[in-house]
């Protein structure tokens, strides 16, 4: 089992950033490929980013291209979503999750383990 803690979200003004947390626990964090997702009101959980074991690969969905940037500190068991020139449409409940499988990377169904999220709102 892995158990996934989000921190760092809140209010902020378009145009700004933010800086969400993840931390594990209860396994090998370096095991495990980390994802980003978030889900807007009345809309499916859709993916963000997602991070390889080691950090050296990356890859993000076309909307927060350029914008976002996810990293991790496999020392430290976390991993992080910089998010920077904040739009409304950003406005969300943001999850991390983790799998161990190097599959279906871009899909919520690709990962076995889920944080509880934290809201980011972004005002107009």
């Known amino acids: 089992q892995v158990q996934l803690v989000e921190s760092g979200g809140g209010l902020v003004q378009a145009g700004g950033s933010l800086r969400l947390s993840c931390a594990a626990s209860?396994?090998?964090?370096?095991?495990?490929?980390m994802g980003w997702f978030r889900q807007a009101p009345g809309k499916e959980r859709e993916f963000v980013g997602t991070i390889g074991r080691s950090g050296t690969f990356t890859s993000y969905a076309d909307s927060v291209k350029g914008r976002f940037a996810i990293s991790r500190d496999n020392a430290k068991n976390t991993v992080y979503l910089q998010m920077n020139s904040l739009k409304p449409e950003d406005t969300a409940v943001y999850y991390c999750?983790?799998?161990?499988?190097?599959?279906?990377?871009?899909?919520?169904?690709?990962?076995?383990?889920w944080g509880q999220g934290t809201q980011v709102t972004v005002a107009s």
């Open positions: 999750a983790a799998t161990g499988r190097l599959f279906s990377l871009l899909v919520p169904a690709g990962y076995d383990y």
């Open positions: 209860g396994r090998t964090f370096s095991d495990y490929f």
